[in-house]
């Protein structure tokens, strides 16, 4: 058995039945096993699994499937990204969606910016984009 003292004053438990198993080993399953209960919120919580209305058990597992991917290339997509790229929250310091947030804004910034004309006045458009873009994502 491991115990955890937290700074804050709490603490917690971990244990294991077999008895040679040391404590680095303990730890280091817990921390895996917390890996994956936050992957499971986040996919619950952020991207809405679960909250589909589908008929049938099969279209529930498709929606499933597919939550997981989208969440898997989102975190793919930022994972060498800085948390100063990925952070905006000016107007919603509470978020935490700023990741899928990231990839919308710069899928319409790309798109949007194709299509404008290289004039004088284009810092102008940008910047109109750019509120645009805030307002959409």
């Not at 680095?24 to 992957?39: G, H, Y």
Request: proline fraction near 2%; charge should be positive.
């Amino acid at each position: 058995m491991v115990i955890v003292r937290f700074e804050e004053g709490g603490w917690a438990p971990y244990f294991c039945t077999d008895e040679t198993v040391g404590a680095r080993d303990i730890l280091e399953v817990a921390a895996a096993r917390w890996a994956i209960e936050e992957c499971f919120h986040d996919v619950k919580e952020v991207w809405g699994a679960g909250q589909q209305q589908v008929r049938n058990l099969w279209s529930n597992i498709a929606c499933w499937n597919l939550n997981l991917w989208l969440y898997t290339l989102v975190e793919v997509s930022c994972w060498n990204r800085t948390k100063a790229e990925l952070v905006d929250r000016r107007d919603r310091a509470w978020d935490n969606a700023d990741r899928r947030r990231y990839i919308s804004r710069e899928m319409l910034r790309k798109k949007v910016s194709a299509a404008l004309p290289q004039r004088p006045d284009a810092a102008k458009l940008r910047r109109v984009l750019d509120v645009l873009i805030a307002m959409a994502t």
